[in-house]
Every structure is written in C-alpha cells, then in structure tokens.
Antibody, heavy 122, light 108 residues
Framework: EVQLVQSGAEVKKPGESLKISCKGS????????IGWVRQMPGKGLEWMGI????????RYSPSFQGQVTISADKSISTAYLQWSSLKASDTAMYYC???????????????WGQGTMVTVSS | SYELTQPPSVSVSPGQTARITCSGD??????AYWYQQKPGQAPVLVIY???ERPSGIPERFSGSSSGTTVTLTISGVQAEDEADYYC???????????FGGGTKLTVL
C-alpha cells in the first residue's frame, strides 16, 4: 500500500525551531516529487513547496521562500519541513503529499499524509 | 504572486447539479486539479489534468476547461458530497503551484 505517514502533533514556543517528517512507503520514494501544504485553522489550503528526493531539487512558493526549509533523506524515505524560528502565525495543520506521476514537478497530489498539527504559543 | 479565484460557497439540493468555478490567467496553459476536503480529513484528489478522474472517484464528478476558467461539475449531488472543494494549478512558467481559496459546497 502506498502511504505517507507524518510525525505527531507538536506544541512549541515562539522562537523555537522545529522539524516535522513525512515517511513514504509502498513506492519508489526517489522517483516522485513530495510537497508540503499548510492549512491554518478554519482556512484554505496553501501550497508551500515540493522536493524531488532523487536529487533534492526543491521548489518553493514565493510566499514561503525563506520562511521554511524543505529537505529529504532518501536513505530512509523521509521528507522534512523545518523552521528555524517559529511564530504564532505558523500555527496550522501541515500535510505532506505525493505527486501523481513519476518525476513530474507540475502535477496533482494523489497521496496525502494524515497531517501534523503544529501549535505555536507562549 | 499567482492567484486562483473560486466562489466562497455553492448550495444545491440533493439530486441537482453543482458547478464550482476556478479562474486564473494561466489556466489556458496549465492543467487544473480539484480536491475534496471533508472536516477533519486530508484532501482527496477528485479531478486531474482538467477532466481526468482518478480511480475510485464516482462518475458524477467531472471537470472541464474554457479559457481562463475551469469548472468542477457534480451531477446528481448526494449528501455525502458536502465538503470544501479546492482547485490547484501552476503559474504561467510552471515553476510553482497554488490552490484556489476553496468553495464550500452545501447540500440543502
């Protein structure tokens, strides 16, 4: 079964760093782009960026460039989303998702993780 | 930055046809994708490449494209179709993707 399993919920303070994960299984992890999507409480979906684990090629939304870092460790089939200094406005559900077609960077997400809730509060 | 525009809400009675539009300047050049999201759940892909339906998605879901507007059509709407629907597409250069603001479909 193709699936993405995300790390658990996090509660952090403003200014702290954080790295959440997304582990793929049931398919060739290095051959499909994986992306991250933010959903703030009661709001819509926001495309943050994508990474190709095969060579770590990464694309960011202009809205998130410089705010987060997307990375991947292909040896353990895991993608990451990290912050160096969290803000209260980073409070949201974060989903990872896989592109539908092999190697295609401009594509739909067909497999989604279960989401990781990040709460940033003093 | 690039934007896709959707109506905030659409309401239909059971058995009727719901149409949800999504507008964007690059849509004549870029494919559109549609997702359904129910409360507390991850999104589900219901249409890709403007009009293709993934396996397991009911035939009542269809997509179409005309110029700068794409449309998700749900024929014979059922109560279980009540959800938020999001379109997604790429900017004109295909460098990054965006989601529309989402449309809440209410089944009366």
């Amino acid at each position: 079964e193709v699936q993405l399993v995300q790390s658990g919920a996090e509660v952090k303070k403003p200014g702290e760093s954080l790295k959440i994960s997304c582990k793929g299984s049931g398919y060739s992890f290095t051959s499909y782009w994986i992306g991250w999507v933010r959903q703030m409480p009661g709001k819509g979906l926001e495309w943050m960026g994508i990474i190709y684990p095969g060579d770590s090629d990464t694309r960011y939304s202009p809205s998130f460039q410089g705010q987060v870092t997307i990375s991947a460790d292909k040896s353990i089939s895991t993608a990451y989303l990290q912050w160096s200094s969290l803000k209260a406005s980073d409070t949201a559900m974060y989903y990872c998702a896989r592109h539908r077609e092999l190697r295609k960077h401009n594509d739909a997400f067909d497999i989604w993780g279960q989401g990781t809730m990040v709460t940033v509060s003093s | 930055s690039y934007e896709l525009t959707q109506p905030p809400s659409v309401s239909v009675s059971p058995g009727q046809t719901a149409r949800i539009t999504c507008s964007g300047d690059a849509l004549p050049k870029q494919y559109a994708y549609w997702y359904q999201q129910k409360p507390g759940q991850a999104p589900v892909l219901v249409i890709y490449k403007d009009s293709e339906r993934p396996s397991g998605i009911p035939e009542r879901f269809s997509g179409s494209s005309s110029g700068t507007t794409v449309t998700l059509t749900i024929s014979g709407v059922q109560a279980e179709d009540e959800a938020d629907y999001y379109c997604q597409s790429a900017d004109s250069s295909g460098t990054y993707l965006v989601f529309g603001g989402g449309t809440k479909l209410t089944v009366l």
